[in-house]
T-cell receptor
Framework: GNSVTQMEGPVTLSEEAFLTINCTYT??????LFWYVQYPGEGLQLLLK?????DKGSNKGFEATYRKETTSFHLEKGSVQVSDSAVYFC???????????????FGKGTKLSVKP | DSGVTQTPKHLITATGQRVTLRCSPR?????VYWYQQSLDQGLQFLIQ???????AKGNILERFSAQQFPDLHSELNLSSLELGDSALYFC????????????FGEGSWLTVV
């Protein structure tokens, strides 16, 4: 079945460091891929998405490219800030009812802590 | 603010009890999803409703049930509660049944003691 694997955390970085959080997936068909972020004490927020191979999603300085050949969607940011401290979830759209995409399948999350 | 409203934000109850979590989707969204987030299981999809009808079912226990009402709000009913049901329960919504971005509420923290 469909699944998402992301690197285990926690990840601790200094401010302005480069961030990579690895995410790989297993899926039939052509799912859409997402990164969600959960700040302390808050709900999930969509960070970025990509709906087809070679698409690049970007938002708030974060980027991820949908790589079908490596089944990956790694999250990157060139210079992290303390305010980026959060848990990051990689997800893919599930398949249900004749191949349509509805619910999301999440990775286990990666906790990022950025120190000043 | 995603526009998805969940109540209550926090709930403490005893084992064996029953609780109801409520969700109001974003204005105009027809699809509602319920997810459970626990330390050991991570984020798990429970169930999806679209315009009042069940659309997809995930890892939802038989002790749990949900429904979506004509005004599109949804309720998740959890019964015969066990300690292991303690978790953060998210509601989410999207415009259609598929192919749209899914927006999440802030969650309802359930603690079973």
């Amino acid at each position: 079945g469909n699944s998402v694997t992301q690197m285990e955390g926690p990840v601790t970085l200094s401010e302005e460091a480069f961030l990579t959080i690895n995410c790989t997936y297993t899926a039939t068909g052509y799912p859409s891929l997402f990164w969600y972020v959960q700040y302390p004490g808050e709900g999930l927020q969509l960070l970025l998405k990509a709906t087809k191979a070679d698409d690049k999603g970007s938002n708030k300085g974060f980027e991820a490219t949908y790589r079908k050949e490596t089944t990956s969607f790694h999250l990157e940011k060139g210079s992290v800030q303390v305010s980026d401290s959060a848990v990051y979830f990689c997800a893919l759209s599930g398949m249900n009812y004749g191949g349509s995409q509805g619910n999301l399948i999440f990775g286990k999350g990666t906790k990022l802590s950025v120190k000043p | 603010d995603s526009g998805v409203t969940q109540t209550p934000k926090h709930l403490i109850t005893a084992t064996g009890q029953r609780v109801t979590l409520r969700c109001s989707p974003r204005s105009g969204d027809l699809s509602v999803y319920w997810y459970q987030q626990s330390l050991d299981q991570g984020l798990q999809f429970l169930i999806q409703y679209y315009n009042g009808e069940e659309r997809a079912k995930g890892n939802i226990l038989e002790r749990f049930s949900a429904q979506q009402f004509p005004d599109l709000h949804s309720e998740l009913n959890l019964s015969s509660l066990e300690l292991g049901d303690s978790a953060l329960y998210f509601c989410a919504s999207s415009q259609q049944a598929s192919g749209n971005t899914i927006y999440f509420g802030e969650g309802s923290w359930l603690t079973v003691v």
